[in-house]
């Protein structure tokens, strides 16, 4: 997936606000709870949210279908990264909640990934190549917009204003809330953070070793989850606790993936004309080695 800056995002939000589904009214923003209020509670507070705007981003209509489901799928992430901060003190009832969530996270991805490949495309694009890997990028564009296209109205078919699927969220949304919170502890959420940094340690290590496609993938979700449990201990007002992490790794692990996203569009099945795939292959399997390069040679580090 590409990844925007924060003030494309931000934009993106005020977009959603203006263009909430007529059906649907917008959730209220959950508000600031004071410092004051248990640290568990804050935390509810900010995945509540989360799924809020995921039920009003998939009620987005026409061709902001796939935007929707961009930013619903983001939300529903945090909101596990979240549930991963309480670990077993929000009893059994967490794990449930996180399966039914990351079934609905998978359930929309066929609608997601059609959309990022024709993201990836863009991003190319947008990059100093040759006229003659500029068209066959574009003429990769037009067929997976096509098929993005496709995507939308058969789960428009099957799921009506993905009206099924946003049910089921409102349903998760309360056994979220009905959590005990309340009851979180400091080293709950400071062993997650551990653990989670132990993780991708452990993950790039792997990945550098290996160059298996599926170990830089875990690579990616591992720092991703990482950088959303920040994100929610700063909501919640726990700062001190956030964990420190290189965003820029994160970003280009997120871009080197979209190049695996392309190549696995140069298949058999393809969507591409046959006659596209092989060029299509070489130039994302170069691009690719050049990428996962630079990350491992740490070429272009940023810092937190």
Not at 156 to 183: K, T
Request: proline share 4%; aromatic share 2%; net charge positive.
């Amino acid at each position: 997936m590409p990844h925007a800056p924060a003030s494309e995002e931000a934009a993106a939000h005020r977009s959603r606000l203006a263009a909430k589904a007529p059906d649907e009214p917008l959730a209220a923003k959950a508000p600031d709870e004071p410092a004051a209020h248990p640290p568990g509670r804050r935390l509810r507070s900010f995945a509540s949210a989360e799924i809020d705007m995921a039920l009003d981003a998939l009620g987005w209509r026409g061709n902001r279908i796939h935007a929707g489901v961009h930013l619903a799928r983001k939300g529903l992430r945090r909101v596990r990264a979240t549930l991963a901060l309480g670990g077993g003190a929000l009893g059994p009832g967490a794990v449930l909640v996180d399966r039914e969530l990351r079934r609905l996270n998978r359930d929309l991805s066929a609608l997601r990934d059609a959309h990022a490949l024709v993201e990836t495309l863009d991003r190319l694009l947008r990059l100093s190549l040759e006229a003659e890997v500029r068209t066959l990028l574009r003429r990769a564009r037009r067929r997976a917009a096509q098929a993005r296209a496709r995507v939308a109205h058969q789960a428009r078919a099957d799921d009506p204003e993905l009206g099924a699927r946003r049910s089921l969220l409102r349903v998760l949304r309360a056994a979220l809330r009905a959590l005990p919170w309340d009851g979180l502890k400091p080293e709950d959420w400071r062993g997650a953070v551990t653990a989670s940094l132990a993780r991708v340690a452990r993950g790039a290590e792997r990945a550098r070793r290996s160059g298996v496609d599926e170990d830089w993938h875990d690579w990616r979700r591992r720092a991703r989850r990482l950088s959303q449990q920040q994100r929610a201990l700063k909501a919640a007002k726990l700062g001190r606790d956030a964990p420190k992490f290189d965003k820029h790794t994160i970003e280009r692990l997120g871009a080197a993936q979209d190049l695996n996203l392309l190549l696995d569009h140069c298949g058999r099945r393809s969507v591409f004309g046959k006659a596209d795939r092989g060029a299509l292959r070489r130039y994302a399997e170069g691009e690719l080695a050049r990428s996962r390069g630079e990350i491992v040679n740490g070429e272009g580090r940023g810092s937190d």
